[in-house]
């Protein structure tokens, strides 16, 4: 090619695309797109409740999907994220109704509890060289056993928020005289700001991309691989922790043995936002983006008729299309 001529076409070469990235306006453009949708097949989507509902959605799955970004840019993935939440939720709810103690001190339990889950990832990925998909499907389903016997089977409810104890619940969801503000998009943006900058512009970020663009160049350049490696799943598991404390605060009850499959939600959150499934490359602005595409559909379907079965295969539909996307442009590299 000779000089002076640019690669790529108008839309790709346009300095704002440049900057925000390809993958991000895209994304974008479907978000506003599926609001429109949503919009005009039902005016009852239109309600300032469903807003809320989005955000209240997004809440534990944005958690989610920020930490399992990190292990998917180093080319692995975190099957227990979502029974690892319920899990945490469940253990540290229990510990407020059965031993009384303060939600505070409950609120950290929950994060440690998915610190634990995460070193237990960490510990069996870079130490034991196990596949990334056995080990965190192996510590799912310890996950899903361990809060069912850790709570004798049984439901847990947090404190509500009109008590003392709730006073958790307007981190997330704020009551006005009534009106509910969701300001927990407010913490949700600031973890999202604080974690990219960490990849982008910190050394432990720099290495744990390095790894997942060429373990074995990184290990010959004196990266020591197996270190930043266990981080990725150890970040992971303190944002499943964050993610339990949204989650209950979300919801009125915690049930044993669920979670399983909601990981899939932020997984593919991650992935329609950017970041290559073979790893070396993610964004925490457009993982949040992504599941901001997956809350429209949560949210949405129901309202033109379409229930569970059907959201399913349409998150499924979505994930196919997403990797695809990925696989084409990791070929065309």
């Known amino acids: 090619m000779g000089a002076g001529v640019k690669k790529g076409n108008a839309f790709t070469n346009n300095p704002i695309v440049k900057t925000v990235g390809t993958q991000k306006i895209v994304v974008i453009g479907v978000i506003i797109f599926l609001a429109i949708f949503f919009s005009w097949m039902s005016p009852?989507?239109?309600?300032?409740?469903?807003?809320?509902?989005?955000?209240?959605?997004?809440?534990?799955?944005?958690?989610?999907a920020i930490g399992v970004t990190f292990p998917l840019i180093t080319g692995g993935v975190d099957l227990s994220i979502g029974t690892g939440m319920v899990a945490a939720g469940l253990f540290a709810g229990n510990l407020v109704n059965q031993q009384?103690?303060?939600?505070?001190?409950?609120?950290?339990?929950?994060?440690?509890?998915?610190?634990?889950?995460?070193?237990?990832?960490?510990?069996?990925?870079?130490?034991?060289?196990?596949?990334?998909?056995?080990?965190?499907?192996?510590?799912?389903?310890?996950?899903?056993?361990?809060g069912s016997i850790l709570v004798g089977g049984m439901s847990v409810t947090w404190p509500a928020g009109a008590t003392e104890q709730g006073w958790f619940r307007s981190i997330f969801r704020l009551d006005a005289n009534g009106t509910l503000i969701p300001v927990g998009f407010i913490l949700i943006l600031a973890l999202v700001i604080?974690?990219?900058?960490?990849?982008?512009?910190?050394?432990?970020?720099?290495y744990i991309i390095s790894v997942g663009s060429n373990k074995e160049a990184a290990r010959l350049s004196g990266i020591h691989v197996a270190k930043w490696h266990a981080l990725a799943y150890i970040i992971s598991g303190f944002f499943t922790g964050l993610?339990?404390?949204?989650?209950?605060?979300?919801?009125?009850?915690?049930?044993?043995?669920?979670?399983?499959?909601?990981e899939l939600d932020a997984i593919a959150g991650v992935i329609i936002g950017g970041t290559s499934?073979?790893?070396?490359?993610?964004?925490i602005g457009g993982t949040l983006l992504g599941v901001f595409v997956m809350s429209l559909l949560k949210t949405g379907l129901p309202f033109i008729?379409?229930?569970?079965?059907?959201?399913?295969?349409?998150?499924?539909?979505?994930?196919?299309?997403?990797?695809?996307?990925?696989?084409?442009?990791?070929?065309?590299?």
Request: charged share 10%.
């Open 194 to 206: 604080v974690m990219s900058v960490f990849l982008n512009h910190s050394r432990p970020g720099r």
């Open 100 to 146: 009384n103690l303060p939600v505070g001190l409950a609120l950290l339990v929950c994060i440690l509890f998915g610190v634990a889950l995460g070193c237990l990832n960490a510990f069996s990925v870079a130490k034991l060289n196990l596949p990334p998909f056995i080990a965190t499907l192996s510590s799912m389903m310890i996950a899903r056993g361990l």
């Open 44 to 64: 009852a989507f239109r309600q300032y409740s469903t807003v809320v509902s989005i955000f209240d959605f997004s809440y534990y799955v944005s958690l989610m």
């Open 305 to 333: 008729g379409l229930q569970a079965n059907w959201q399913q295969i349409i998150t499924g539909i979505v994930l196919i299309i997403a990797v695809f996307i990925d696989v084409t442009r990791n070929a065309k590299k």
């Open 277 to 283: 499934m073979k790893g070396g490359y993610g964004t």
């Open 243 to 262: 993610a339990g404390v949204a989650y209950a605060a979300t919801f009125q009850g915690i049930v044993p043995g669920t979670g399983a499959g909601l």
